[in-house]
């Protein structure tokens, strides 16, 4: 460094943007995946609406009344009847394949019991394990029969009196047509970003302690460690609030959602965002001073993060060490203040707490860095010892092969904690926030101007319902919306004046219930909680009723209810939000770190051994007895995941081990495969990480668990296909959670093998085509 070299912020700030325009890598890291993955995002939930669900009917009845049924089922917008089983066992096994998500039971001698008068019973079983797909098919096939049960002839009704129906009025706030669209991407394009963010902030400063100089960066801020960390992350805050008008843009231009807060106040806050998952990326790396091992901290500081924001399961549901660990979280904040502002609507005073907080943690996390900056400007960078790749005589075996792709996973650290610590340390950490599984006790307001008998029992009512407790009893219902703004509650339910003189009347009594949708979950709950409790009070009015008039109250029930719906979850019969979640998710995170961790050695050997590694791992017998070593490694963490980890966190497991051992070895060979194959276009071990961490999330959407695959576009759910997650996850989870014969997986075993033998094939070709491009530029 000359002294007629320039110095200071501008100067350290032109030298990153120099060396990120070079280097490849971090070009792609910093807008192609987050492009990449905003536009899978953008297209898996391009149907806002969840349409064409596949149902089978069993129809035992074959009368013209059951036939209005079927017609009234096929009618529904958010169903397809594309099954008709003769029986329940049919059935069950096209639930458990796959090839519906509810089934709906028309009992014998339906007609007949109508007319005499006997309520016979309609069953809809729907697939809880898949959660939001089988929610949805509920409502819709309840709907569906309701309406055909209004369209029944009537007959005559009893005289005498019958008390007036309680009903509740649902009003839908922030999100009236229940955009599943504006939901999720609203919370999952930041979340993207946030890992992206993190990991190149983890790679700029990262790499000072490898391929680039340390004491240059330092010298070219004048020696000054603030002007060297504010200079490095000035570039990366830039081009990251351009990647949050990109997600503006997609959310509010693309999907038309509209923006009811302060934009400044948003803007603010990404800002801060950025800043603080900036500074976390270079925390990690200046504690540890390698870029490998940092990376590796930073991915599981990050990636959990979804479930803790508390978007898909409620923070005031989790235990205490996921709310403490959440608050540590940015993410966390920023979420709330984005929900608040963007969808909400609220006044800006009401984020001030969210706001003040992001702030803290960027200032926190930003200040942490620059004193550990300060602490080790002056030391030297620690030396990573270089091993040779030995060269090794004489032919190669598949044992031999397997016994040295052993050796290095377990003498690597960056390997060994892909693939043998990672998963160990998510199989604890991830499920934390889901421990609890239901919500329970959500805090909800009660307007009471009717201050009568009724109107105190629902109240009461309302306080013994588990999922919702009577949180504020305000005078006027713009009290409560303020408390609901406040997020003091998640629901309001006003008892009008008259509600009790309408009862008695036999007439009609209403009940306005406000609730937000902001978070889907909540909003579900406290609905079920208000509705499920007016219904309890409906049937014992009813109750008082009947024992009053016996027998001529049940032929009016008849007559204004004339079949009864039964409703009936399947294989997840609580609803237990981490039932659902964790299973699936446990599966892509084994594909996540057993890929990272494949590529990295990929990555290692041709950091140690050049071309020559390269091309000797890319023999066939070198691919198969890698692929053993990679299965072999592999196992452990997945009987810790699909064997131990359910048991502990009381998640459904089958007993039959055997048959997720056999799903195991076609997806854990596909994974390797395909670790090895892209491992062979890398020339430094962290690219795996930086390239791979950001896609988890949207490749969790495409598998078709917590989205449906009719909702997917056809194109994108065939190209899902090529990654082992989308028939991975399938496979076991109904394998494992929903007790799927081996028979009913079995498409998804075949896939697996059939990646398994394309990506083996990948890996022996790419090897060799890489290295005859010797003039190819550092990956």
């Avoid at 993410?331 to 963007?342: C, P, T």
């Avoid at 009053?548 to 009016?556: N, Q």
Wanted: net charge positive.
């Amino acid at each position: 460094m000359t002294a007629a070299q320039p110095r200071g912020l501008v100067a350290v700030a032109a030298r990153e943007v120099l060396w990120m325009w070079r280097d490849k890598v971090a070009l792609l890291l910093v807008v192609g995946i987050p492009l990449l993955a905003f536009s899978l995002l953008a297209a898996t939930f391009g149907n806002a609406v969840i349409r064409n669900l596949h149902v089978d009917v069993v129809d035992q009845d074959r009368s013209r009344t059951s036939m209005t049924f079927v017609q009234a089922i096929s009618a529904a917008p958010g169903v397809n009847v594309d099954r008709r089983s003769f029986d329940l066992s049919g059935a069950m096994h096209a639930v458990r394949s796959g090839e519906a998500i509810a089934a709906v039971y028309i009992p014998k001698d339906l007609e007949r019991d109508i007319m005499a008068g006997r309520r016979p019973q309609i069953v809809v079983f729907f697939n809880k394990q898949y959660f939001t797909p089988g929610n949805v098919a509920s409502t819709s096939l309840q709907s569906a029969v309701s309406a055909a049960i209004a369209d029944l002839p009537r007959g005559a009704a009893s005289p005498g009196f019958r008390p007036g129906p309680l009903v509740v009025e649902q009003y839908v706030l922030t999100n009236p047509a229940l955009n599943y669209a504006q939901f999720l991407l609203r919370a999952i394009l930041p979340t993207v970003l946030h890992v992206v963010v993190a990991i190149a902030g983890g790679y700029a400063v990262g790499s000072e302690f490898g391929s680039r100089s340390m004491s240059e960066w330092l010298a070219t801020a004048g020696g000054s460690s603030l002007t060297a960390l504010v200079g490095k992350l000035l570039p990366y805050l830039a081009i990251f609030l351009l990647m949050m008008a990109v997600v503006l843009g997609i959310i509010h231009g693309l999907y038309e959602i509209p923006f009811r807060g302060n934009p400044v106040l948003v803007a603010a806050a990404a800002s801060l965002l950025i800043i603080a998952y900036l500074s976390v990326g270079a925390l990690f790396q200046l504690l540890v001073r390698n870029l490998a091992s940092g990376l590796s901290l930073t991915g599981i500081f990050c990636s959990p993060a979804f479930g803790y924001a508390g978007v898909g399961f409620p923070i005031l549901a989790m235990n205490t060490f996921a709310q403490s660990w959440g608050m540590l979280l940015p993410l966390r904040w920023y979420i709330q203040v984005l929900f608040d502002q963007a969808a909400r609507g609220v006044p800006e005073q009401d984020s001030i707490t969210p706001f003040m907080a992001l702030g803290a943690l960027a200032a926190l996390y930003f200040l942490l860095s620059w004193l550990r900056l300060r602490a080790i400007a002056n030391k030297p960078v620690p030396t990573a010892e270089e091993a040779v790749e030995p060269r090794r005589s004489g032919r190669i075996s598949v044992a031999r092969a397997l016994a040295d792709e052993y050796g290095r996973v377990l003498r690597d650290r960056g390997a060994f904690g892909l693939i043998v610590l990672g998963p160990i340390i998510y199989g604890l950490f991830y499920p934390q926030p889901y421990v609890g599984q239901l919500i329970r006790n959500i805090p909800i307001a009660v307007v009471d101007d009717d201050h009568s008998d009724i109107s105190l029992t629902i109240v009461q009512a309302l306080d013994g319902h588990e999922a919702v407790e009577v949180a504020a009893r305000p005078t006027t219902l713009a009290e409560a919306q303020m408390a609901l703004a406040r997020r003091q509650v998640f629901g309001i339910l006003s008892i009008p004046a008259g509600t009790e003189r309408e009862v008695m009347k036999g007439a009609t009594a209403r009940l306005p219930a406000f609730v937000d949708s902001t978070y889907f979950l909540l909003y579900s709950r406290t609905l079920q909680g208000i509705q499920e409790s007016v219904g309890s009070v409906r049937s014992d009015l009813s109750t008082q009723s009947a024992r009053a008039e016996g027998s001529r109250y049940r032929a009016a029930l008849s007559v204004s209810s004339p079949v009864e719906i039964l409703n009936q979850p399947l294989f997840n019969p609580t609803g237990g939000y981490g039932s659902y979640v964790v299973p699936a998710a446990f599966v892509l995170i084994l594909q996540q770190t057993l890929l990272m961790g494949t590529a990295t050695i990929g990555g290692v050997a041709f950091e140690r051994g050049g071309h020559e590694a390269r091309r000797s791992r890319s023999a066939v017998k070198s691919v198969l007895g890698q692929a053993l070593a990679h299965l072999l490694l592999a196992l452990p963490a997945y009987v810790f995941f699909l064997v131990v980890l359910p048991r502990v966190y009381g998640f459904s497991a089958t007993n039959r081990v055997l048959d997720l051992f056999v799903l195991a070895v076609p997806f854990v060979l596909s994974v390797s495969f395909l670790g090895q194959f892209a491992g062979s276009w890398f020339k430094r071990r962290e690219t795996a990480v930086l390239l791979f961490i950001a896609i988890s999330l949207p490749l969790f959407f495409l598998v078709g668990v917590a989205w449906p695959p009719e909702a997917i576009p056809p194109g994108l759910r065939a190209a899902s296909y090529a990654l082992p997650s989308t028939s991975g996850i399938d496979a076991l989870v109904r394998a494992n959670q929903m007790g799927a014969a081996f028979g009913d997986v079995f498409k998804d075993w075949a896939r697996l093998w059939i990646l398994a033998f394309i990506y083996a094939a990948l890996a022996m070709i790419s090897a060799r085509f890489v290295t005859s491009r010797r003039g190819v530029n550092e990956r």
